[in-house]
């Protein structure tokens, strides 16, 4: 896959040699065009070196073809990616003005455009920035993130330029698979996050979930090109790109969602936190104080990984194991009870799993197991897709994917 990679002059810009490497490790190639303010933040000298290409910021290139960059490079690109893509960046482009090479590649490529913005997030919240990016994605530029977080200004806000990886599998997503991966042609459905289990009107019963780890499933299978349906409770993690997402609140939502989605999947995850129980009613008013106790009676929900399991022709099943003690054991207790291809035990509890962006896991399968090192669930997620994908094929059809082959395996 061809990405050209514009850099405009943010702090941010200092991750952009990383973003290169991890684009480059997934296959890309990576044409990197720099605006004359990127400079200020990172040398072309470095981004040369790890790209492995000249780095092009000239509009009036007498070395480019018919010296015309623009063009070439616009028609060369599978995918155009602008990280950090600074507020007046996004400026320029919803103007179309084109005084640069990149801004003048945005209006003459036919290729998807993503910009990764990253500034102040007062600048982000300002109506202008706001305007620019709602014009933007109008016209069907992707908007990836931008994350929250502490700021290089030591504010703390939205305005984070989301990390390499998950551009990274944004991009990938958007090429449509293109390049080596893995899950060409497969469908992947993932459940993520938690559910509700309405009392009332105003008041529900949930699991602890950020909706994280089944978000970045969802990203590490779209960039080993499967289609992705991703079914999720409720969370405030931005959708990926260029994947299904399916929204659903309660246990019984997520099932029904899920039946819908399996009948031609090739692989399920369940990444979710379902509430394994229920109120038995849900009362109709919201119900006011009266008595110092109370009680609600809870009837179970539907086990929706054990169903999937149970299908008569059911697809590769990954389950969770979210334990606070005896991670290893419960979990493998959990992969047989259910009969699942492989099941994913953390730890979960102080400092561990939740609304983190780290994590730390061991997959198991019948005669065998992985460990992790605690990394980022993005990196997490990568390796996961991977070992899925290597059982997947073991398990259900090993003739038809010989790329596996290349496969390490490090079971
Ligand atoms: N799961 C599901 N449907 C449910 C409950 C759980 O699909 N109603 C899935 C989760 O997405 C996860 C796995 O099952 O992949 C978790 O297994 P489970 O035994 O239900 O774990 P807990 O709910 O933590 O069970 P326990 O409280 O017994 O440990």
Same mark, same amino acid.
């Given at each position: ?66 010296? +015309? ?49 990253? +500034?102040?997030?007062? +600048? ?134 899920? !039946? ?33 106790? +109370? ?70 399968? !019948? ?23 290597? !059982? ?20």
């Amino acid at each position: 896959m061809n990405v050209v990679l514009g850099i405009s002059g943010g702090i941010a810009a200092y991750k952009a040699p990383d973003l290169v490497r991890r684009l480059r490790e997934r296959g890309a190639n990576v044409q990197i065009v720099m605006t004359a303010s990127a400079e200020e933040f990172v040398t072309s000298t470095a981004l040369q070196a790890v790209s492995g290409k000249p780095i092009r910021s000239n509009l009036w290139d007498k070395e480019a073809e018919a010296a +015309m960059s623009h063009i070439e490079l616009a028609r060369w690109a599978d995918v155009v990616v602008i990280a950090p893509a600074t507020a007046e960046v996004m400026a320029r482009i919803v103007s179309g003005g084109a005084p640069d090479l990149l801004t003048t590649i945005c209006l003459a490529t036919e290729a998807p455009i993503a910009l990764a913005p990253a +500034m102040n997030h007062v +600048m982000w919240g300002n109506a202008a920035t706001q305007a620019n990016r709602e014009v933007l994605e109008k016209r069907g530029i992707h908007i990836l993130g931008p994350g929250i977080g502490s700021q290089a200004c030591g504010e703390t806000g939205a305005g984070r330029m989301l990390e390499p990886d998950a551009i990274a599998a944004a991009v990938f997503s958007l090429g449509g698979g293109k390049g080596e991966s893995l899950l060409d042609g497969r469908k992947v459905v993932i459940t993520a996050g938690p559910t509700r289990e309405a009392i009332d009107p105003v008041r529900y019963i949930t699991n602890r979930s950020s909706g994280k780890m089944g978000y970045a499933l969802a990203s590490a299978a779209a960039a080993q090109g499967a289609k992705v349906v991703l079914i999720s409770g409720p969370v405030s993690v931005p959708a990926p790109p260029g994947i299904e997402v399916v929204d659903v609140e309660s246990a019984e939502q997520m099932y029904e969602a899920t !039946h819908t989605a399996i009948v031609d999947a090739d692989i399920f995850i369940a990444a979710a936190a379902v509430a394994d129980y229920r109120p038995a009613t849900v009362v109709k008013q919201k119900i006011k104080k009266k008595s110092d106790a +109370m009680s609600i009676e809870l009837v179970r929900c539907p086990d929706i990984l054990a169903s999937v399991a149970e299908m008569e022709s059911s697809p590769f099943t990954v389950g969770f194991a979210a334990e606070t003690e005896n991670v290893i054991e419960y979990a493998r207790g959990k992969l047989e009870n259910k009969k699942l291809d492989m099941i994913v035990a953390n730890r979960v509890g102080d400092n561990f799993g939740f609304d983190r962006d780290d994590n730390t896991a061991t997959a198991l399968w !019948h005669d065998g197991q992985k460990s992790f090192p605690t990394c980022s669930k993005i990196d997490l997620s990568r390796e996961l897709i991977e070992l899925v994908a290597q !059982h997947f094929y073991a398990v259900r059809s090993a003739d038809t994917q010989p790329r596996l082959t290349a496969i390490s395996n490090s079971d």
